[in-house]
């Protein structure tokens, strides 16, 4: 969010307001969702500001003291029961398999509700899929944060394929 702050500073985007009122309600707010908030976040701005594993520098971060995502692993280590549904369940296990810390603490049993679903969620939480405009977006970080890298890989995808309309970031 401090990146999309200065920017917003530098450049007065059209979320200036907005970034600027979420740095000063950020401390208030319990678990870091945009539903906490008496105002709008529009879908850009929260997934340039929404923090993710990619993001995450854990212990080194400036901010992982009052990160919403360390304070829930911190109750969740706590917990002696966690009620979780089928998808979060899958995807800790998925982040486990991957050699990642997954969502959850060690556990020493799984009771499921609903087994029948199991099946269908299990499959569509190892199913890949990518989506044009995310892929774009992901992009667009990468140039932002690594302008040179990202030119000369521009240049190397527009000399292979000089039949793609690339666009490419302002210097």
């Given at each position: 969010?401090?990146?999309?702050?200065?920017?917003?500073?530098?450049?007065?985007?059209?979320?200036?307001?907005?970034?600027s009122?979420?740095?000063?309600?950020?401390?208030?707010?319990?678990?870091?969702?945009?539903?906490e908030?008496s105002?709008?976040?529009?879908?850009?701005?929260?997934?340039?500001?929404?923090?993710?594993?990619?993001?995450?520098?854990?212990?080194?971060?400036?901010?992982?003291?009052?990160?919403?995502?360390?304070?829930?692993?911190?109750?969740?280590?706590?917990?002696?029961?966690?009620?979780s549904?089928?998808?979060?369940?899958?995807?800790?296990?998925?982040?486990?398999?991957?050699?990642?810390?997954?969502?959850?603490?060690?556990?020493?049993?799984?009771?499921?509700?609903?087994?029948?679903?199991?099946?269908?969620?299990?499959?569509?939480?190892?199913?890949?899929?990518?989506?044009?405009?995310?892929?774009?977006?992901?992009?667009?970080?990468?140039?932002?944060?690594?302008s040179?890298?990202?030119?000369?890989?521009?240049?190397?995808?527009?000399?292979?394929?000089?039949?793609?309309?690339?666009?490419?970031?302002?210097?």
């Amino acid at each position: 969010m401090d990146d999309a702050f200065a920017a917003a500073q530098m450049n007065m985007t059209p979320h200036y307001q907005t970034v600027s009122q979420l740095m000063q309600d950020v401390d208030t707010l319990e678990v870091g969702d945009p539903n906490e908030l008496s105002y709008d976040v529009v879908g850009e701005l929260w997934r340039e500001i929404q923090g993710d594993s990619n993001d995450c520098l854990s212990e080194e971060s400036p901010h992982f003291e009052s990160c919403f995502i360390q304070q829930a692993r911190t109750r969740l280590k706590a917990a002696d029961i966690i009620v979780s549904n089928h998808t979060l369940f899958f995807t800790d296990f998925y982040l486990k398999q991957k050699g990642m810390y997954g969502l959850f603490p060690e556990y020493e049993a799984v009771i499921f509700d609903e087994g029948h679903r199991i099946k269908d969620v299990f499959s569509k939480c190892f199913q890949k899929v990518g989506y044009v405009k995310e892929i774009e977006n992901l992009f667009d970080r990468c140039l932002n944060k690594r302008s040179q890298w990202a030119k000369a890989v521009f240049e190397d995808v527009e000399a292979d394929y000089p039949e793609l309309p690339l666009k490419q970031a302002p210097s």
